[in-house]
């Protein structure tokens, strides 16, 4: 059974950082497109990060600079390293692998980042 389980979301001030982690099992998480959604309420969901099989990474406009998606083959997780938060960083962020080849496709359940003083 493939289980995507994401953690470190929480509340943070403005400009503060968070690292999120999704923890993969029953998948080897290097042999799939990973990436990160994040869905704000009353918002379409959202690709944030990408990080390729072949470690090619591809991030939207508005988190370049500030976020950082990673891939820890010997823990099997993805992280996403969020630095410079803002408010409009405030969504439930989800982890997504995909094997388009395959018709493979997995999300985690998503963790709330709230970005607010």
């Known amino acids: 059974q493939v289980q995507l389980v994401e953690s470190g979301g929480g509340l943070v001030q403005p400009g503060g950082s968070l690292r999120l982690s999704c923890a993969a099992s029953?998948?080897?998480?290097?042999?799939?497109?990973m990436n990160w959604y994040r869905q704000a309420p009353g918002k379409q969901r959202e690709l944030v990060a990408t990080f390729t099989s072949d470690y090619r990474t591809n991030y939207t406009d508005s988190v370049k600079g500030r976020f950082t998606i990673s891939r820890d083959n010997a823990k099997n997780t993805v992280n996403l390293q969020m630095n410079s938060l803002k408010p409009e960083d405030t969504a439930v962020y989800l982890c997504?692998?995909?094997?388009?080849?395959?018709?493979?496709?997995?999300w985690g359940q998503g963790t709330q980042v709230t970005v607010s003083s």
């Open positions: 029953g998948i080897p998480l290097s042999i799939y497109t």
């Open positions: 997504n692998a995909v094997r388009s080849r395959f018709n493979q496709y997995y």
